[in-house]
């Protein structure tokens, strides 16, 4: 058994994370912070959810090309606007109410953003690799 049904057949707990708590923490990159919205507990690291907002401007050239293995990312842009290159799909803009799901493997990279950008992102399961070719 895959350590994903594993943790499926345990049941969830039920969670709230009020905005008024709130409370955004370093993450992965230094230019941005991060405000995790309680599904890895409440999943047993099922899922991932998460904001993440500008602290930096995008570094020159942006993040580099990578990729990440995981079973699902789906992202949701809240405010401001990210432009990203996604492989076999081009360079994009995509701006607030925009949201895209991400293939487990597909190469991108996230090229720059406005001074506002804030998103979310839900991953399955909450804990994935990055692979920088």
């Given at each position: 058994?895959s ?5 499926a ?6 969670i ?58 789906m ?30 493997g ?10 506002d ?17």
């Open positions: 058994m350590a994903l049904a594993q943790k057949d345990r049941p969830q707990k039920f709230v994370n009020r905005a008024s708590e709130a409370t955004f923490e370093p993450g992965l990159r230094d230019y941005l912070e991060y405000r995790d919205l309680g599904m890895v507990g409440g999943t047993h690291g099922m899922v991932r959810a998460h904001v993440l907002r500008v602290v930096k401007p995008c570094p020159k050239g942006g993040t580099g090309r990578h990729s990440h293995t995981l079973d699902f990312q992202n949701y842009i809240l405010k401001g606007w990210a432009r990203f290159e996604f492989e076999g799909q081009g360079e994009m803009t995509l701006q607030a109410g925009d949201s895209w799901l991400q293939p487990s597909i190469k991108h990279t996230l090229l720059d953003y406005s001074d950008w804030e998103n979310i992102e839900i991953t399955m399961p909450a804990d994935f690799d990055t692979v920088d070719p």
